[in-house]
């Protein structure tokens, strides 16, 4: 049985996010950590501060201790550190937005990102930038804010918080792709995409592909 470690800084994507992983990956031990600070603080100081940096690397190397075969961080706010992180962890580190950026990068070049909290945006518009650099490839961003959405889902209102990000989709235009900088809007990614009728991608489900390649082949490796 494979053994993943995950990272949350939401409780909505804890309460979500392994059950999608169980159901898409058979045979599986899930343990779970929540830290509502990293995404939190940064949320209100504007920036992902040194000590936040240093309270993630504890937090994952305690994952790595776990004997897990990978270790998954759900936030995408965390995925710049994620990425300097890799390096000292000696099992597969993934950031949830990884797969999500890359993909959105291969579909087109104007890209609209919606965005819950306001510090997803920076390392989201900076994650899809690094990936149209390694394919020489140029992009043109329009970001949607949805604060109050954010504020909706922190108070427990889901359908509120649902509400307002699809009413913002109505207004995305001559795009070629949205992407959903927070896990938390996996569950309406379908109803955006009938809004805008163009591709939709949120991260929980292309990151549990690129989990479900990664154990596959730890276990053929490992025969």
Not at 57 to 71: N, P, R, S, W
Not at 96 to 111: P, R, T, Y
Not at 140 to 145: D, E, G, H, K, V
Not at 190 to 218: F, H, M, N, R, Y
Request: proline letters at 4%.
């Amino acid at each position: 049985m494979k053994e993943v470690a995950l990272i949350h800084t939401v409780k909505l994507v804890l309460e979500t996010f392994g059950e999608k992983v169980k159901t898409a990956i058979k045979d599986i031990k899930i343990t779970n950590t929540l830290d509502e600070y990293l995404a939190a603080d940064p949320a209100e100081r504007g920036e992902f501060t040194i000590k936040n940096m240093n309270r993630l690397f504890k937090i994952i190397k305690c994952a790595e201790m776990t004997d897990a075969d990978a270790i998954v961080v759900t936030c995408s706010t965390l995925s710049p550190t994620v990425e300097l992180v890799k390096p000292f962890i000696n099992v597969p580190l993934i950031a949830i937005d990884e797969a999500m950026l890359k993909k959105a990068v291969e579909i087109g070049s104007n890209i609209a990102v919606i965005a819950t909290a306001e510090s997803t945006i920076i390392p989201t518009t900076q994650g899809l930038y690094r990936e149209a650099a390694k394919s020489n490839k140029k992009i043109q961003l329009s970001i949607i804010r949805c604060p109050d959405a954010y504020a909706a889902m922190k108070s427990g209102d889901i359908a509120w918080h649902n509400e307002i990000i699809m009413k913002k989709a109505c207004c995305i235009k001559d795009q070629d792709v949205v992407v959903l900088a927070q896990a938390s809007m996996a569950e309406i990614e379908e109803d955006i995409a009938k809004i805008c009728q163009i591709p939709v991608l949120s991260s929980p489900k292309l990151c549990i592909e690129q989990l479900k390649s990664i154990l596959t082949d730890s276990k053929t490796n490992n025969k």
